[in-house]
């Protein structure tokens, strides 16, 4: 037990392992950093971005509701809110469409509605395929980070010993130490066994 608390080192906190790591590793942890850091600030944003439009969606429902004519809830409406636009937006189409049918004017309406709709959708998640790509790149650029550490950590510790394989893994710890031999000296598997 006393042996591997000597082989281990003393400080294990976040900070020392990101000071003792290679620079390689070191400039992985940053970028995952700043990765989480984006990810944080947009994941955030768009909450509350989309509290406050909730919010005054339900205020505008219940004036909608309230209002006895389309003009009338326009008037009742603030210019800045979001049910202002549509019922603007059907007023407009209903002036256009004073000598039509009135299902001509429905079908046009629920057109000129369903566009402004997706408008507002695609302003809602402006900003937020930055989430998608680190989402799906974070985990391989840690677990790149992780094997760098651990091949840098195999070589330091087998270069400064002058050490000579032996047993099965011979061929391997050659290569992580950069033995000058190993891709040219082929053991045969009677000898590694």
């Keep these: 037990m006393t042996v591997l608390r000597a082989a281990l080192p003393r400080d294990l906190s976040p900070w020392s392992m990101f000071l003792t790591a290679n620079n390689v590793v070191q400039v992985v942890i940053m970028g995952l950093v700043l990765a989480s850091v984006i990810t944080w600030t947009v994941g955030l944003a768009k909450a509350i971005e989309l509290l406050a439009l909730r919010r005054k969606l339900r205020g505008a429902l219940v004036t909608l509701d309230g209002a006895r004519s389309s003009v009338q809830a326009e008037q009742a409406l603030t210019a800045k809110s979001p049910a202002a636009e549509l019922i603007r937006a059907a007023i407009a189409e209903e002036a256009l469409s004073a000598d039509g049918?009135?299902?001509?004017?429905?079908?046009?309406?629920?057109s000129r509605l369903e566009r402004i709709e997706a408008a507002a959708g695609r302003?809602?998640?402006r900003g937020t395929g930055i989430l998608a790509t680190i989402g799906a790149t974070a985990p391989f650029i840690g677990l790149f980070g992780t094997v760098w550490g651990n091949h840098g950590r195999l070589r330091r510790d087998f270069e400064g010993a002058d050490h000579q394989?032996?047993?099965?893994c011979s061929r391997h710890c050659r290569g992580a130490a950069g033995h000058r031999d190993w891709p040219r000296r082929?053991?045969?598997?009677?000898?590694?066994?």
């Design 165 to 168: 394989p032996c047993g099965r």
């Design 186 to 193: 082929r053991h045969s598997r009677r000898r590694d066994l």
């Design 123 to 125: 302003r809602m998640v």
């Design 101 to 110: 049918s009135a299902e001509g004017l429905k079908e046009r309406v629920t």
